[in-house]
């Protein structure tokens, strides 16, 4: 079968730097995919990760590692707003479908 | 900036209602995708559109169909509403050129079947 795994909650302090794992089980996939959902909100496109290595945009990096099957979010300098949920998401092979993660939830203290 | 664009933000309806849910959306993105996101278990897939009058099952088609008359719209039809179909419905679209063009989602119907 087809799934990822994230940690369902994380917890972290203002200015430090998180790290959100992704694991999967599939074979054959576009690439990773990344989106962040304020509470009550829309999903919105972080990144994305056709080859293995690091893509970094502003204050979030996001890794690939497809001999490990496996991926993660880096959010640094973190900031209150960065309170969220986090979903990594694989595009098949075949069409332009998603596979979903169940999502982290972050949490940033003070 | 894309838009997308849900009819309702929140919708209550009866048992073995027909419902309605529509989607629009400003672009003029190929890709229309229907969703819905409950607690602990992600976004799963219902239905989704490639183009106008085309449509694909997703991972949880039963009890749900979808409409696509023109390529700005994509509703998604609910025949005889149950319990376990209460939930959050996401609708989201995207450009059908390269593998790695972003989602972009409507706000959400949060839908309660009572």
């Known amino acids: 079968g087809q799934s990822l795994e994230q940690p369902s909650e994380v917890t972290a302090v203002e200015g430090a730097i998180v790290q959100i794992n992704c694991t999967y089980q599939t074979s054959g996939f576009y690439g990773l995919s990344w989106y962040q959902q304020h509470d009550g909100g829309a999903p919105t496109f972080l990144s994305y990760?056709?080859l293995d290595g690091l893509e970094e945009t502003g204050r979030f990096s996001s890794f690939l590692s497809r001999s490990d099957s496996y991926g993660y979010l880096l959010l640094q300098e973190l900031q209150m707003k960065d309170s969220a949920s986090y979903f990594c998401a694989l595009r098949r092979d075949s069409n332009y479908q998603l596979i979903w993660g169940a999502g982290t939830k972050l949490i940033i203290k003070p | 900036d894309v838009k997308v664009t849900q009819s309702s933000r929140y919708l209550v309806k009866r048992t073995g209602e027909k419902v309605f849910l529509e989607c629009v959306q400003d672009m003029d993105h190929e890709n229309m995708f229907w969703y819905r996101q409950d607690p602990g278990l992600g976004l799963r897939l219902i239905y989704f559109s490639y183009d106008v009058k085309m449509k694909e099952k997703g991972d949880i088609p039963e009890g749900y169909s979808v409409s696509r008359e023109k390529k700005e719209r994509f509703s998604l039809i609910l025949e005889s509403a149950s319990t376990n179909q209460t939930s959050m419905y996401l609708c989201a679209s995207s450009f059908r050129g390269t593998a790695n063009s972003p989602l972009h989602f409507g706000n959400g119907t949060r839908l309660t079947v009572t």
């Open positions: 990760n056709a």
